[in-house]
């Protein structure tokens, strides 16, 4: 330590701030060196993007989770190195590049000449661009594909064939596309197209289920299908059981797989009840009297009344009072009934079927009262064919995760390299200020008086008297010599001198 201070003392100030800028070109180099080292090679992965298409670029490499960077103005996109076929596939997942069809765009660069059915077909292109522009901005729909046909103009109405359009829609992986967006789609791509009925619009999805006008399963719509029904009660009821699970025995314990079978039909129920007594509807009453006074027989009557004989003859031989009463009443009755009509919404339960599987450390005591409460948790009812099966094995132990691994021969090669520069650097520097170290060191006190003007009075302080041997061994013997040296600066120093005198 004490022989660094001893030379930067004697240094000059030029040889200090040389000194200095030596261990600054030598941190300067070492930045560099650690940034060519450490710095991301980006390979470009797409060119020529067209400037809508960025954003949708940016946004999937974005979401995967992958460093990018824009190049040639933002029509080029460029991904480390080790990311290329990553990015790659996240961008044939997302047909982020080029899968939407142009839209009325294309009548901007019209062809001169162009006939009737290209002008035609140059429509139904730019109108299935748009429907699909349009359909993509739906929630839930990550890509679609429109395909309309447009049969051409009859002259009789009777003979005119209606159009029709064919939706390919693609979900997020997993997702369903509800029947409220299915619907809304139908009722847009028919509201776009002249002529177009709704019920002419058919829509699928990309495992070719249909969703409109309807679905699988005979009378399900808007894409819930028997299948995906199924799927979504036995998702449902496998999380109920799994949170029952977890909380009274514990996490990672027991597991729950349920498989139902699901009524999917969607049915009208109709029902016609008749009362006991019928509903008296209109009544009619009548009444009939007829009052008299009697008669006296006068003789007896002429033909067979004389004939009679004289038991009957005396009833007819005088009348007496007559009181004649006759009522009659009638009701009309109508039928009392009732008619309901029942619309039966899909996913009744037919029948269903749970496993339980309980892990070893679970005591066997246990068992039974888990499986009645997840009997009655799952609703099974053995009069319906439902079933539960119990099981208790050992679980596999979770698999350990390795430690991450350090940096590889790769790295440290890096870091090899770097050093043994900087110490090269190092070494080259240090020769090469020690060598000048010498030099300005050997060199006496008068030349280096004559390196810059000096005034007579201070020169005369050092006459070189109190010099001893060793100051004056390498010393030039006359002034010719000492001219010879440095011709120039000799002349500026006694143009000095002579100024003073």
Do not use: C
């Not at 359009?165 to 002249?194: D, Q, W």
Request: glycine fraction near 12%; aromatic fraction near 4%; avoid cysteine.
């Amino acid at each position: 330590m004490a022989s660094i201070k001893s030379v930067l003392g004697r240094l000059s100030p030029r040889g200090k701030i040389a000194l200095g800028g030596a261990g600054l070109a030598i941190l300067i180099l070492v930045f560099v060196l650690f940034q060519m080292a450490t710095k991301q090679s980006y390979t470009t992965l797409a060119t020529g993007i067209e400037p809508s298409e960025t954003g949708q670029v940016t946004e999937v490499l974005t979401e995967k989770g992958i460093p990018y960077k824009l190049e040639n103005s933002g029509t080029a996109v460029g991904v480390p190195s080790a990311n290329v076929s990553e990015a790659r596939i996240a961008l044939a997942e997302s047909d982020a590049l080029g899968g939407a069809k142009p839209g009325f765009e294309l009548f901007d660069s019209q062809q001169f000449g162009a006939s009737d059915f290209q002008q035609k077909v140059t429509y139904q292109r730019a109108l299935e661009g748009e429907l699909e522009r349009t359909i993509d901005q739906v929630e839930g729909v990550k890509g679609s594909n429109v395909t309309l046909t447009l049969p051409e103009e009859q002259l009789f109405s009777e003979e005119a064939i209606k159009p029709t359009a064919a939706v390919l829609i693609s979900t997020e992986a997993g997702g369903r596309l509800g029947s409220g967006p299915t619907k809304g789609i139908a009722h847009l791509v028919a509201a776009s197209v002249e002529g177009l009925d709704p019920n002419q619009v058919t829509i699928t999805d990309g495992s070719g289920a249909t969703l409109w006008p309807a679905g699988e399963g005979g009378g399900i719509s808007g894409g819930d299908t028997k299948q995906s029904l199924e799927a979504k009660y036995d998702e449902a009821m496998e999380t109920r059981l799994d949170a029952l699970l977890a909380r009274t025995i514990g996490p990672e314990k027991g597991r729950v797989q349920v498989q139902a079978e699901l009524n999917a039909n969607q049915t009208t129920q109709s029902k016609l009840t008749y009362a006991n007594q019928g509903t008296p509807l209109q009544a009619q009453k009548e009444s009939e009297s007829l009052k008299g006074a009697g008669t006296t027989a006068v003789g007896g009557a002429a033909g067979t009344a004389g004939n009679i004989p004289s038991y009957a003859a005396g009833a007819g031989a005088a009348g007496g009072p007559s009181n004649y009463k006759r009522k009659n009443a009638e009701t009309q009755y109508g039928v009392n009934k009732t008619i309901e009509h029942t619309k039966v919404a899909p996913g009744t339960v037919q029948q269903q079927h749970v496993a339980l599987i309980v892990d070893k450390s679970v005591p066997a005591g246990e068992m039974a009262s888990l499986e009645s409460a997840v009997k009655a948790a799952a609703g099974i009812e053995p009069k319906r064919g439902d079933t539960i099966t119990t099981s208790r094995i050992a679980f596999a132990k979770p698999p350990t995760v390795a430690a991450p691994a350090g940096p590889g021969i790769t790295s440290y090669a890096k870091y090899a390299v770097l050093g043994l520069a900087a110490l090269g650097f190092l070494f080259f520097a240090g020769r090469q200020l020690r060598k000048k170290q010498d030099d300005v060191l050997a060199e006496p006190l008068w030349l280096r008086e004559l390196n810059a003007p000096t005034s007579l009075a201070e020169l005369e302080v050092h006459r070189g008297d109190d010099w001893g041997e060793e100051d004056r061994a390498g010393l030039p013997d006359n002034a010719e010599e000492v001219a010879a040296m440095d011709s120039d600066r000799v002349a500026q120093q006694l143009r000095a001198w002579m100024k003073e005198s």
